[in-house]
């Protein structure tokens, strides 16, 4: 089969494979950009088990020998392999994928047949435009909000174990925000210690070895005492910010977010 010609062939080490795999696909005229992702491009975080995450870019849908090898997984190598067109917008706001706009946040372009294109719109991933920024980060924080105060309601009313899962489902919320104020991408989880460490968000409260344990403590519990010295710190950072409508518009409710 053609396929076979492009197909993986395992090698001792994840990089054998790699080089093997890049340097049979950089030869089809179809292939118009390579790019790594994954715990590989994030110093100090591959392990013994690491693969190699890599976006196979094509020029159109007419290069079926390779779109045959999307989702191709193994020890070594797994593969996206991708229209250009579908590149430009993969992560993207809106998007049911925009989930995966971390994952290119420290990607590395490993070949470009566009004289530079496929670095340029790698690069429209990696941070938040200004507006889409403000307008994150105020949505975020809304739905933060939100969620905190629904639950710190129930802790009232004698219901911690329901004020817990919504306590729960606050912290994605309080995590995007920060960072949405710095005009970053919200880390996977994963990577979220080491974002903290090589990019401080600027406040101590943010720092690895401070926010991690705030926000563990209330993924475990929710205890109210601690949800209210998160929120503190992000009214804190929004109003800084300039967001101060979002907040205002809760009113007096935002009574029983503050600390006591």
């Known amino acids: 089969m053609v396929r076979d ?52 870019v094509v020029r159109d849908e007419s290069v079926p020998v390779l779109a045959a090898l999307d989702r191709f997984r193994s020890a070594h190598l797994d593969l ?78 004698d219901r911690p174990d329901l004020g817990h899962l919504d306590a729960a489902e606050s912290v994605p919320y309080a995590l995007e925000v920060l960072f949405a104020l710095h005009r970053r991408v919200r880390p996977y989880n994963k990577y979220l210690r080491w974002e903290l460490e090589r990019q401080p968000l600027g406040d101590p409260r943010w720092g690895a070895d401070r926010l991690l344990p705030v926000l563990r403590r209330i993924l475990a519990d929710g205890d109210p005492h601690t949800q209210r010295a998160l929120f503190a710190g992000v009214e804190e950072a929004a109003r800084r910010a300039g967001l101060d409508e979002v907040l205002d518009a809760w009113g007096t409710d935002l009574g029983l977010l503050r600390p006591r």
């Not at 372009?109 to 435009?129: M, N, P, Q, S, Y």
């Open 80 to 157: 996206v392999v991708i229209t250009l067109a579908q590149f430009r917008t993969r992560g993207m706001p809106g998007r049911p994928d925009s989930f995966a706009r971390y994952s290119y946040v420290h990607a590395e372009v490993l070949f470009d047949r566009l004289d530079g294109t496929i670095a340029e719109i790698l690069d429209e991933k990696r941070t938040l435009g200004a507006d889409e920024a403000r307008h994150a980060a105020a949505g975020r924080l809304d739905a933060y909000v939100n969620q905190a105060y629904r639950s710190l309601k129930s802790y009232r009313d």
């Open 5 to 56: 010609s492009y197909a993986p062939v395992p090698g001792r080490t994840p990089e054998e494979t790699l080089h093997a795999f890049t340097s049979r696909a950089t030869a089809h005229p179809g292939v118009v950009g390579l790019v790594l992702s994954g715990s590989r491009v994030h110093a100090g975080m591959p392990t013994a088990h690491s693969d190699h995450d890599l976006h196979v």
